[in-house]
């Protein structure tokens, strides 16, 4: 029967090699009794414990999660648990496939091969298949084993560190491609708007979290924009707010706004969620196509902030809102009219921009006061666009006293009444537009989802 692999191994293994002292098993069936281990010296005070197996079966039972190095005879019989477990089947001599079944039971151990002087192709084989090193039994003296159990033990230390390098390099290229394919795309062709976006999960390493955003321009004209917050920090919510952007995406465009949307929303929500503890925030905006005016919807979610032309920002009203999706059976929310005026900047934000602390080791938050005067400052010094976003969340970071632990988005649409006038002298939509800004070109032109 196949030798069974000792549980927890791998890890442990992988830990002894970097104590003082090195453990080596043996596997040398010789009946004759010409094969003694030479007496290892201690080098740079490390010492070298030797156990020995006459047999795989052996082998086995003393395959412990201390050894470090396995010295395997090539000349060790095929026995019946190598033809039981499919190794006997292998194409080479029996000593390939002896040492194959050895590297399947002991898969994160340094395996040295041992053969006679004049079988070098198949030394040579034995590292091509798996060994870290071979020895010829003729040569072998304690100064040459004690060396290369060293080396074969921190080759194969570095070769399983590469490994796992490697595959955490290929699931992060993976999931990397995964998240930016999840993002969005704004859809503002023939709008005068001007677009800008800052994202920030707050999950170590990854490219998407719980907070979601999304813009598109309907055919009449009207450009709508929204971000949400689903509560928690998990892959499991960062799924389910791309479920619910892509939602709101196909209900704009099939002409749903304000109240009934966000119903419609609400119950995508209670269908895909995993508990019914779990909900989402949302702010919904819907500009007219002369851009002077909007309809505001808020669902448990901050109010947007907005930027008119030779006045202070300021908040947007916010007392008429509605609960969070997925809090409340059959609840409503009320659809605001908004003024906003010819030339504009609205920015629209989740929680994770204003919870931040003020002060590595202090209790008072940034908050949404302090969120406005923070960009009232930086408008002050002409920042606009991506570079106010960028200062925005690079500040808020600075005052936090490091990275933030909730997930930022933040979304920027300005409209300059000026510039709007200088492509349409005659107050009639042009065919020269302000296209938004996108990261590659060649997504901004990808359809709806």
Known sequence: MPVPVPQQRAEAA????????????VIDDDPAG????????????????IRTARNLTEAGRLLT???????????????????????GDAAGPDGLATLQHVLRIAPSHAVLALTAQDDTALAAEAVRVGAQDYLFRD?????????AIRYAVERKRADAAQLRLTESTLRAQENARL?????????????????????????????????????????DGTVHAMIGDVCGHGPDEAALGVELRIAWRALTLAGLCGDELLSTLQQVLE??????????????????????????????????LIARQGRAARLLP?????????????????????????????????DGLIEGRVGPVGTQRLGQD????????????????????????????????????????VLLLDRDQNAVRRRTPDGERGRSVLRPRAANPAKAQRPPL
């Not at 050894?67 to 033809?83: F, H, K, N, Q, Y």
């Open 65 to 87: 999660d201390d050894v470090d190095c396995i010295l395997l005879d090539l000349a060790l019989p095929t026995g019946s648990e190598t033809r039981a477990s499919g190794a």
């Open 139 to 147: 040569e072998l003296d304690g100064r040459l084993l004690s060396r």
């Open 370 to 409: 302090g969120m406005v005067a923070m960009i009232n400052r930086q408008l002050a010094e002409g920042l606009a666009g991506e570079d106010l976003l960028e200062a925005a969340v690079a500040q808020v970071r600075e005052l936090n006293g490091g990275e933030l632990t909730d997930d930022v988005a």
């Open 271 to 304: 269908h895909e969620r995993e508990s019914e503890e779990i909900f989402a925030t949302l702010c919904t905006v819907d500009i007219a196509p002369d851009g002077r005016r909007a309809g505001l919807c808020l669902a448990g979610h901050p109010a947007p």
């Open 34 to 49: 010409t094969f003694t281990v030479p007496e290892l010296p201690a080098a740079a005070g490390t010492r070298v414990r």
């Open 179 to 219: 998240e930016r394919g999840l993002l969005p795309t704004p859809l503002l062709e023939g709008s005068d708007l001007r677009f800008a976006a800052r994202y920030r999960p707050g999950r170590s390493r990854a490219l998407l979290g719980g907070d979601f955003y999304d813009t598109v321009r309907t055919p």
């Open 14 to 25: 992988a830990e002894a090699s970097h104590g003082a002292d090195l453990t080596l098993l």
């Open 318 to 350: 916010y007392e008429d809102g509605g609960p969070a999706l997925g809090l409340l059976p059959r609840a409503r929310w009320p659809r605001r009219q908004v003024e906003l005026g010819g030339t504009w900047s609205l920015m629209m934000y989740t």
